[in-house]
């Protein structure tokens, strides 16, 4: 079991609640923590939206938490916030980054009579250099049982984790979220029925935008939108046009 008392500050969960009867929970990705996601929670409380954030398990504390989890634990999460919400909020959406789109494509498909709508930024269904990973993992599990992110440079190093994100990866895990997008995302999606928005940077250097084409073309939802940015920021909640963004995400919001 996980020790709840190594969260960091920054990456605990929060709750910004409003007088409405919309609740949109924001779903972190792999590694990453609550605040990832904390402008967009803001812009979405500033236009009297009641946002939840929950903590994935073992996430926002270190690395040998995340270790001690599955995905089925990441999953549950999320679950646990859609069961409480849905007996209280009219209208639920759910907004994934990353491994969150993913986590809320599958709770989509299995939940669809409480959600309202999705949106996923930067969803994971192929990475780059994804075949250099498959060969190298089994080593790195064997050898060293964890991963250092390359791209987190030394400088950026205390930064990065203080806001509860890993730069140190277990290799179990990463097993695990393969484990989740061959089980469960690619043989879910024909499930989705919600309507849904698809954001994906067309230069992101981490997941290939072929996943948020491959997700748009096997959704089973009668209203769909795929936005490609012309941008490399894997984080399209980090990019530039950050302001386009939220205000396509609050048009989504409002039309349904």
């Given at each position: 079991m996980e020790d709840l008392s190594k969260i960091r500050e920054r990456g605990k969960p929060y709750f910004y609640e409003a007088d409405s009867e919309t609740l949109v929970i924001l779903i972190h990705g792999f590694t990453g923590s609550p605040d990832d996601m904390k402008?967009?929670?803001?812009?979405?409380?500033s236009h009297s939206i009641s946002v939840k954030v929950p903590r994935l398990a073992g996430h926002a504390s270190?690395?040998?938490e995340l270790e001690k989890t599955s995905f089925y634990d990441w999953w549950k999460s999320v679950e646990d916030e859609v069961i409480e919400a849905s007996e209280k909020y009219q209208k639920i959406f759910l907004i994934g980054y990353s491994f969150?789109?993913?986590?809320?494509?599958?709770?989509?498909?299995r939940y669809g009579d409480k959600i309202t709508g999705v949106v996923t930024l930067g969803?994971?269904?192929?990475?780059?250099?994804?075949?250099?990973?498959?060969?190298?993992l089994p080593f790195f599990h064997y050898l060293f049982k964890k991963y250092r992110k390359r791209y987190i440079s030394n400088e950026n190093l205390f930064e990065y984790e203080d806001s509860g994100c890993y730069a140190c990866v277990p290799t179990k895990s990463i097993y695990d979220f393969y484990k989740f997008i061959k089980m469960f995302t690619k043989r879910e999606l024909h499930k989705v029925k919600v309507p849904t928005l698809i954001i994906h940077s067309q230069d992101d250097a981490i997941t290939h935008p072929l996943s948020s084409q491959?997700?748009?073309?096997?959704?089973?939802?009668a209203k769909k939108e795929l936005v490609m940015l012309d941008e490399l920021n894997h984080n399209p909640?980090?990019?530039?046009r950050?302001?386009?963004?939220?205000?396509?995400?609050?048009?989504?919001?409002n039309s349904l």
């Open positions: 402008e967009l929670a803001k812009y979405l409380f270190y690395w040998t969150g789109g993913n986590l809320a494509l599958d709770l989509a498909a969803a994971s269904i192929f990475l780059r250099k994804e075949i250099m990973i498959r060969i190298f491959f997700i748009f073309d096997r959704i089973g939802s909640l980090a990019s530039k950050r302001d386009m963004i939220f205000g396509r995400i609050i048009r989504f919001i």
